[in-house]
């Protein structure tokens, strides 16, 4: 967290549906095959990246620590435990609990699918 020679990129836009999601996936992949070490951070309380890579079980996970938890309670040194690996980078991902109370249109659909 202190290095400063780590690059933060930001991708934000109001508008909902503007790929937003997927620029994030392939900038990360790419960044990630370029020998980029890359961390994917989603604040989006749809929780759309970490549902779109497939982490639908952390988005439902309501006993897990989240980045609020981590933020708002003062607790930075445990927020690589809140950290998981994928093939091509590491994701803090998003996780539905009692304070975000709407679920993503995107991981009801999947969770959906997976129960049928
Ligand atoms: N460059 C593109 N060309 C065509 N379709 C795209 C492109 N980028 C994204 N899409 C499609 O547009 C839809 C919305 O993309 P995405 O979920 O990335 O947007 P978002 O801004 O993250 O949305 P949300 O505001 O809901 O989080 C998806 O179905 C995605 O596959
Ligand atoms: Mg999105």
Not at 25 to 54: K, N, P, Q, W
């Amino acid at each position: 967290m202190t290095d400063t020679n780590t690059a933060r990129i930001t991708v934000a836009n109001q508008k909902g549906g503007a790929g937003k999601t997927t620029d994030v996936i392939h900038t990360g992949g790419a960044l990630s095959a370029r020998g980029h070490d890359v961390l994917l951070v989603d604040i989006d309380y749809h929780g759309g990246l970490t549902c779109s890579l497939g982490y639908n079980d952390l988005y439902y996970d309501t006993d897990r620590t989240t980045l609020f938890d981590v933020l708002d309670f003062d607790q930075m040194e445990s927020v690589n435990d809140i950290i998981v690996e994928h093939g091509e980078f590491d994701i803090l991902p998003r996780v539905r609990n009692s304070r975000t109370t709407r679920t993503s249109r995107r991981c009801w659909k999947r969770q959906r699918a997976e129960s049928d």
